[in-house]
């Protein structure tokens, strides 16, 4: 846990910038919030995790601080392009199965094209 703590661990950023991702795209998607500044401010609270590494000064930890939380964004900004890019590489399939359906018939109301996309644009 030391190590997973430290303020020279890499894989905490992965972590936490996978867990701003998750935590962004619901409440995007559910309550509407603004992708950016949610993702952002996730992004800093996740951050505040350098304060429990003991063995570095206070002016070190604020460095630390701001490149996690920097680092933090970033990646869950690339995990969300990365999953609207799978999306919309899905959408010609989608585009070619609604030209299949017979004229007569309109699309049905699904709850599921009701809901907005756990990926969308943050910015």
Do not use: C
Not at 14 to 20: I, L, Q
Not at 23 to 31: E, K, N, P, Y
């Amino acid at each position: 846990m030391d190590n997973f703590m430290s303020s020279k661990a890499m894989i905490t950023p992965g972590v936490a910038g996978s867990a701003t991702t998750m935590i962004t795209g619901t409440l995007v998607s559910t309550f509407g919030f603004p992708g950016a500044v949610t993702a952002l401010a996730i992004s800093f609270l996740f951050g505040l995790m350098v304060l429990a590494d003991k063995t570095i000064t206070l002016t070190y930890k604020f460095i630390f601080y701001i490149i996690g939380s920097m680092t933090i964004f970033s990646v869950a900004v690339g995990l969300n392009q990365a999953g609207m890019a799978i999306i919309e590489s899905d959408k010609p399939v989608s585009t070619m199965e609604r030209s299949l359906e017979p004229a007569d018939e309109k699309p049905s109301d699904s709850a599921a094209s009701k809901s907005k996309p756990f990926f969308q644009e943050w910015f």
